[in-house]
C-alpha cells in the first residue's frame, strides 16, 4: 500500500469558496462586525446561542436515516465525520488519524484517531468504522445519501483497535471526498444498537455538542459535552466550545424569521431571502455568510423516462423556450447567478454551454410541431391524440424559497406561450418525496448535496433510478444512457486530476446536451448572524459549525 495525498479535482474552487467565506468571517462584508469582523478580546465563554432554521425539521435526527439537508445543518453540532476538507479543498484528519490506499484502488486502511470517546463513553475504534458503514447499508437503516456514497464498499475488516480495512468493489476516487460529509458521520457503535427511534431522537457522537432534548415541531437542545476533545486537524481550538447550549428553532416563516433576528430574539438564521440580505447588508448589526453548496448546482430536471419527455424534441423545446434569466435577476437581488451547468461553480470540473440556454420561442414551436403537438385546445395548450402537454411539477415548499416559487411562475407563462401547460403543486418535503417516489412529475427542482463532481454519478448514472432503502432515488431525470454510464464509473475509477475532469465534462456534455435539466444557480447557502456572534465557519457540505463560535455580549 501507498499513502495517497488524494487531492480533490475541487481544490482551487473549493479554495476559493473557503477563502471567500474566510473573508466574511475577517470583515469583509458590507454589514461589517461581529462575526464579520476580528474579534476584540478572548473568547468569552458560556451562553446560549439562539439559531432558526426555514428547513423543514427533521424527521429523524440521525442523518444515516434518509439523509436530507436539514439533518446535515444540525447533525454538524453533535457528529463528526472521518476526514474534513482544508481551505485548499484536500481531505485532511479528523476522527481518521490517517489512511492508505493499494495500488489498485480496492484496499483502503484507516487509523482511527486514539483517546476519542463517543459522548456515552464508548472509545472510538476501528469497528466504529465497520458499525457505520454495517449502519448506512443496512435496508432498515433506511439510508439514501448515505447509502449512495458507500455503494462501492464490499466489506470492512477490523485490522485491530485502531485499524479498519475497507474492501471496495471497484475503485471509488471520491471516498474522501465521501466520509467528509454529515450522512456519513461516525455515531456510537453502542447506541447504534439500540431502536431506531432512540437512535433518531438522539444520535450518539464525538461532537461539540449532544442532543439533550427534542421539542418537536417548535425546537431541539443542544448542550456543550465538556470532554470534546477530537476538533478537525484544520481547526484552530482545541477542547470543549465556548457556547454553553445552543437552542435550534424552526420557523418555516421567511419574514417571522427575519423579524426574530432583527429584533435579536434569535442569533442565526438560515434560508435568508434575497430581500432579507439585502436589508442586512445595510444593517451594521448584522452580518451575511455567504456559502454555496458544492455538487450540483440547483436545476430543473425533465423526467425523460415518460411522456412526453421521452422524446428528445419536447425536451429541447421546453428548455429553448425557458426564459428565466429576467426572474433570476429580479427576483433574487444579486444573490444568485445563472448557471449553465450540472455542477455547481464551487467545483473547478464544472462544465457550462450557455447557447444551448438561449431563448428561442420560435424554435420550441417548429420542435413541437415535428414532434406532433401541432393542435391546440381552447386554452393554447398543444395536444397530441386527445391529450393535453401537460407537465406536474410538485415544488417543496420546505426546499424552494418564496423567490424560487415566484421564478417557476414565471417559467410556468413563458412556457404556456408556446404551448405547454405546467401544474405547479406546492408541497410539505414528505409529500413531495411521495409524487417523486410515485412517478408523479414530469418536472422537479431536486437539490442534491454531493462534495465533488461524483455527484454526477449519483444523479445521472442509470442506477440512480433504482430506488434506495429508503425509497428515494436520485436520478429524477431519468437518465439512461450507456454511454454516459461508462464514463461515470470510468472517472469514479480515476484519481488522475487531469483525466479525471476530462472523463466528467464529457458526462456533462451528454446531461446539457441531451436537454435533461435546466440549470438555474448554485444551491444557496445564505446564512445571517447578530454581529455579536464569533468563530463561525462552514465546513464541507457548507454546514456552520458552532464548535468554536462564541458571544461578545
Known amino acids: ?79 463528526e465525520q472521518l476526514v474534513t476538507l482544508d481551505a485548499e479543498g484536500n481531505p485532511v ?25 463517543f459522548t456515552d463513553g464508548t472509545p472510538l475504534t476501528s469497528e466504529a468504522i465497520a458499525a457505520n458503514v454495517a449502519h448506512l447499508q443496512d435496508p432498515n437503516t433506511g439510508s439514501s445519501t448515505g447509502y449512495l456514497a458507500v455503494q462501492k464498499i464490499q466489506s470492512v475488516e477490523v485490522v485491530d483497535d485502531s485499524t479498519a480495512r475497507l474492501h471496495l468493489s471497484s475503485p471509488d476516487s471520491a471516498l474522501l471526498e465521501s466520509f467528509s460529509q454529515p450522512w456519513l458521520a461516525i455515531e456510537s ?50 477542547g470543549p466550545a465556548h457556547l454553553e447550549h445552543i437552542e435550534w428553532r424552526f420557523i418555516p416563516e421567511a419574514a417571522t424569521r427575519y423579524a426574530a ?16 440580505i439585502q436589508q442586512a447588508e445595510g444593517n451594521g448589526s448584522l452580518v451575511h455568510l455567504d456559502a454555496p453548496r458544492p455538487g450540483s448546482s440547483n436545476r430543473i430536471e425533465l423526467n425523460s423516462g415518460q411522456a412526453p419527455f421521452d422524446d428528445e424534441k419536447v425536451r429541447e423545446a421546453f428548455i429553448a423556450a425557458a426564459d428565466v434569466n ?16 450540472p455542477l455547481s461553480s464551487v467545483e473547478p470540473t464544472a462544465y457550462s454551454e450557455p447557447d444551448l440556454f438561449d431563448v428561442d420561442t420560435d424554435r ?38 418564496p423567490a424560487e416559487v415566484s421564478l417557476f411562475e414565471q417559467l410556468q407563462a413563458a412556457e404556456k406561450a408556446v404551448g405547454f401547460d405546467i401544474q405547479l403543486d406546492q408541497l410539505d418535503l414528505s409529500s413531495w418525496y411521495g409524487a417523486l417516489a410515485a412517478n408523479e412529475y414530469e418536472l422537479v427542482s431536486a437539490p442534491y448535496t454531493k462534495v465533488g463532481p461524483d455527484v454526477l454519478r449519483i444523479l445521472y448514472d442509470s442506477s440512480g433510478i433504482t430506488p434506495a432503502p429508503s425509497g428515494y432515488f436520485a436520478n429524477h431525470a431519468k437518465v439512461d444512457d450507456p454511454a454516459l454510464d461508462a464514463l461515470l464509473a470510468q472517472a469514479s475509477a480515476t484519481s488522475d486530476p487531469t483525466q479525471r475532469a476530462d472523463l466528467y465534462q464529457q458526462a456533462q456534455r451528454i446531461v446539457l446536451e441531451g436537454y435533461y435539466i435546466l440549470p438555474l444557480y448554485d444551491q444557496q447557502n445564505h446564512f445571517l448572524l447578530r454581529n455579536d456572534v464569533e468563530g463561525v465557519r462552514t465546513l464541507a457540505v457548507s454546514t456552520p459549525t458552532f464548535a468554536e463560535a462564541w458571544l461578545d455580549r
Open 1 to 79: 500500500m501507498h499513502r495517497t495525498p488524494f487531492r480533490r479535482t475541487t481544490a482551487a474552487a473549493s479554495a476559493a469558496a473557503l477563502t471567500a467565506v474566510a473573508l466574511l468571517l475577517a470583515g469583509c462584508t458590507a454589514s461589517g462586525g461581529g462575526a464579520g469582523s476580528t474579534p476584540a478580546g478572548e473568547p468569552k465563554e458560556g451562553g446560549t446561542l439562539v439559531y432558526a432554521s426555514g428547513d423543514a425539521e427533521p424527521t429523524c435526527l440521525d442523518p444515516h436515516v434518509g439523509g436530507n439537508y436539514p439533518q446535515a445543518l444540525v447533525a454538524t453540532q453533535y457528529l
Open 93 to 117: 484528519p479528523w476522527l481518521a488519524d490517517s489512511w492508505t490506499v493499494s495500488d489498485d484502488g480496492l484496499t483502503w486502511d484507516i487509523t482511527v484517531r486514539s483517546g476519542v470517546e
Open 189 to 238: 457503535p453502542t447506541a447504534l444498537k439500540r431502536s431506531k427511534d432512540e437512535n433518531c431522537a438522539s444520535p450518539v457522537g464525538t461532537g461539540p455538542f449532544v442532543v439533550s432534548q427534542w421539542n418537536r415541531q417548535q425546537s431541539i437542545e443542544l448542550d456543550r459535552n465538556d470532554a470534546y476533545a477530537s476538533a478537525p486537524a484544520d481547526a484552530t481550538y482545541t
Open 261 to 276: 433576528l432583527a429584533s435579536g430574539e434569535v442569533d442565526v438564521i438560515d434560508n435568508a431571502q434575497p430581500d432579507a
Open 326 to 341: 429576467p426572474g433570476i435577476q429580479s427576483l433574487f437581488f444579486g444573490t444568485a447567478q445563472r448557471s449553465y451547468s
Open 364 to 401: 420550441a414551436n417548429q420542435l413541437l410541431d415535428e414532434a406532433g403537438w401541432s393542435a391546440r385546445d381552447s386554452d393554447g395548450i398543444r395536444t397530441k391524440d386527445g391529450q393535453r402537454l401537460t407537465l406536474r411539477m410538485p415544488v417543496s415548499t420546505n426546499q424552494s424559497i
